[in-house]
């Protein structure tokens, strides 16, 4: 996220008394983008499952403006493969077959298998995707939608090059919070980027 501070504070009672329901052990990483780069949603989701506890068997890549209003909404261990939990008539800007982002499940080791995602997707755009194209292979305020120089070039096709073992970022600060009983750990992340191959970050 990057500023998402008052969402923040609803998210997190929401969540603490919605996975209580549901007896679930959890853990809310926040991780907080305040470089000065386009925002980077997937380096974001990496950099949360790599500073993640590695006693977490799975975990929900989840946006912050993003509540289920459904108490049936199961977030269970994803036995399967990845699971979606945002369908996309959930969610109507999104009112597409190939939607896949808002709320997602992923086992610890399904994120590793296929080296996490995609971090050449600076600002809003092709993440989604990204996010499809990558995970098939397991399971048979305003944003930012400026294109510059070759940017769409580059972020056309999937991409086999990056993603956990290549994503850099320093983390400023680690902060240990608890917010109406939810147990959070901020992390304020500077992402890095390599300004030739990327002018437009």
Known sequence: MRDRFEELLEFAPFFHNFLNKQ????????????????????SLFIVGFLESSVDCDYIAMHDVD??????????????????????????????????IGGILLVRREHF????G???????????????????????????????CYNQQEVTHHRDCHTGL?????????RKEVTIDGAPITILNTVLECNKVTMPWV
């Open 112 to 115: 590793q298998h296929v080296d």
């Open 165 to 173: 073992s290549t994503v850099k970022y320093s983390i400023q600060s």
């Open 23 to 42: 007896h679930k052990n959890y853990h809310i990483y926040v991780i907080n983008q305040v470089d000065n780069l386009r925002f980077n949603h997937a």
């Open 66 to 99: 993003l509540l289920p209003l459904n108490p049936e909404v199961r977030y269970q261990f994803p036995e399967e493969g990845p699971y979606h939990v945002s369908a996309p008539h959930l969610h109507p800007r999104y009112h597409y077959p190939t939607f």
């Open 117 to 147: 995602l995609s971090n050449k997707y600076w600002g809003w755009g092709n993440l989604t995707s990204g996010i499809k194209d990558t995970f098939r292979h397991v399971h048979d305020q305003r944003r930012d939608m400026i294109k």
